[in-house]
């Protein structure tokens, strides 16, 4: 007030007139700023260090995977300095998916970035966003990242967040367009990745635009400035103890899994990955599943149906065949009191070999 009064002779003005005044002014002044060629934005060409940072992504890829047509999401972690990128394709962009994305990356890669990683605030990572940059993580991401000891960068929200990790998003396009076309057509998805690790040594060769070397050559240079993996490994699975039920399945993020019938009634231990569900009793291995993620679905392998391959019973005892194993009795305990007849798909166990593959049954919804 004392400055407007001895340049502009305001002697007469309150605060709070002052105060009023700027507070309608300002959105005229800016509705005029963006109007015609006045409101011009600027761009800043990014440098950065060797081993410093890195940015990632998940891009949507439809696939066929063992015939069906599915969509799958391609993890993409990109180094900013040389452009060396490592892509890996997952069912799901659950967290356990996306630690796995990070681990693989880092192993790949031979060590950490030392300043930070560029994100979208994905859920996996943040479970709340507040002001500005300030975000509030899930506890696991958190672990995950003090296990590595790598910093990470949460982009604005909105359109403007994506220029900020924009060597990523091009990326993620480029890479759909340039190596996933036509649709591809794999038996499972380890087929898949395993086609992807041999395109990402191939990518080494491919030099970016103002660049007078290769990534690969780029990326030689910048992989001693990257920080060194931790002696011991990360488990980015979660472990849960469903029941098994009397379907002889147990239920795991709405989706349903056989087991071994003679688990019925009890806990067991699962081992939640990105791509695939382990089930163990005490530290057997009892059964391997890929993971599902549509809602209701469901994978059956008939040799853990009740009266199957060689079943034994909760105590441990063979089941011997009854007088009546071909009649009402018999059909009752094959089919578990009809409960089985939903969706799974009955094959014949005489003659088959139990070394032989475990036939299974793959549906939708219940």
């Not at 060409?45 to 081993?51: E, I, K, R, S, Y």
């Not at 060194?228 to 399945?249: H, M, N, Q, W, Y």
Request: hydrophobic share 35%; with cysteine; glycine share 12%.
């Amino acid at each position: 007030m004392k400055r407007l009064a001895e340049e502009h002779d305001f002697d007469q003005a309150s605060y709070s007139s002052v105060r009023n005044y700027g507070r309608e002014r300002r959105p005229e002044i800016a509705a005029e700023a963006k109007e015609g060629s006045r409101h011009l934005e600027g761009m800043v060409p990014q440098a950065h260090l060797p081993g410093g940072e890195a940015e990632v992504d998940f891009v949507d890829v439809w696939m066929r995977v063992a015939g069906e047509a599915v969509k799958r999401h391609l993890f993409t972690l990109r180094l900013s300095c040389s452009g060396k990128a490592v892509h890996r394709m997952f069912a799901s962009q659950a967290q356990e998916s996306f630690l796995e994305g990070h681990a693989e990356a880092f192993r790949v890669l031979g060590g950490v970035p030392t300043r930070h990683i560029r994100y979208d605030n994905l859920k996996s990572a943040v479970r709340r966003v507040c002001t500005g940059r300030s975000r509030v993580e899930s506890e696991r991401w958190t672990l995950f990242r003090s296990h590595y000891g790598f910093d990470a960068f949460y982009c604005m929200p909105g359109e403007d967040g994506a220029h900020e990790k924009g060597g990523v998003e091009q990326e993620g396009g480029r890479f759909r367009r340039a190596r996933l076309v036509p649709v591809p057509d794999v038996a499972s998805l380890e087929e898949l990745n395993a086609r992807l690790t041999t395109i990402d040594e191939a990518e080494d060769e491919r030099m970016l635009r103002g660049k007078l070397t290769t990534v690969g050559f780029n990326f030689r240079i910048e992989q001693d400035e990257l920080a060194p993996l931790p002696a011991e490994d990360f488990e980015c699975g979660i472990t849960l103890t469903p029941k098994v039920e009397r379907t002889s399945r147990i239920t795991v993020r709405q989706c349903y899994y056989s087991v071994p019938a003679r688990f019925i009634g009890q806990r067991v231990r699962v081992l939640l990955r990105g791509d695939e569900l382990l089930v163990f009793n005490k530290r057997e291995l009892v059964a391997r599943h890929p993971r599902l993620t549509r809602r209701g679905a469901y994978r059956d392998v008939l040799f853990h149906q009740p009266g199957r391959g060689g079943h034994r019973g909760p105590r441990g005892r063979g089941r011997r065949p009854g007088p009546r194993a071909g009649g009402r009795q018999g059909r009752s305990s094959a089919l578990g009191r009809g409960e089985r007849r939903t969706g799974a798909v009955a094959a014949p166990t005489t003659g088959r070999s139990a070394r032989g593959p475990a036939p299974t049954a793959v549906g939708g919804p219940l």
